[in-house]
């Protein structure tokens, strides 16, 4: 019975963690709060937070999780153009779409997770799902494990907060979507 106890105090600590976390992030911007300020505000201890997240990064990580598994979900079982039944060229692009929206949505959370070590963003479970996503839409005919990532990097929440003020969302995604329509050519 007391582990049962100790797994259903866990869940709560989680949950509280995650809820302060957003809220906190969302009022302050990740980078202005520390763990120990969302400690203090969820009523837990830092170790707690340290030992479930192990530093903002994974937190950050965390938070985004739903967000990626919903696109995931999308991608792989939704309705076409970003789910299966349609052409590869209709799919990336949708992909593209779909992928602007979630970063711009989620900007200072992505920004944190992708800049928080130069080569973490590549290492993720995340990453290695859309690339490997778009290599299977580029096709065997342009290099494809390269083009992915050249399609990726221009994804990256850096080049789009960098981007985004002086261009607009929409403008970016246009360019994006004539640079993947043209990897596919």
Known sequence: MQESEERADAARNRKAILETAARLFN????????????????????????RRFGNRSGLASELLA??????REKITHGPPPLGPGAS?????????DAYIAYVVQHLPLVRALETAN??????TRAYRFWHNHVMTLI??????????????????SEHIAALLPELGE???????????YTALQ
């Not at 065997?140 to 990256?156: F, K, M, R, Y």
């Not at 929409?170 to 993947?180: D, G, V």
Request: hydrophobic share 40%; glycine share 8%.
């Open 88 to 96: 590869p060229d209709d799919r990336l692009l949708a992909f593209i």
């Open 139 to 156: 096709g065997p005919g342009n290099d494809p494990e390269t083009t992915a990532h050249v399609i990726l990097v221009n994804l990256s």
């Open 66 to 71: 739903a967000h990626e598994n919903e696109l």
């Open 170 to 180: 929409q403008r970016i995604r246009a360019t994006l979507r004539r640079l993947a």
């Open 27 to 50: 009022e302050y911007g990740v980078e202005s709060v520390s763990l120990s300020q969302v400690a203090a505000a969820a009523g837990v201890g830092k170790g707690t937070i340290f």
């Open 118 to 123: 130069t080569t973490t963003r590549l290492r």
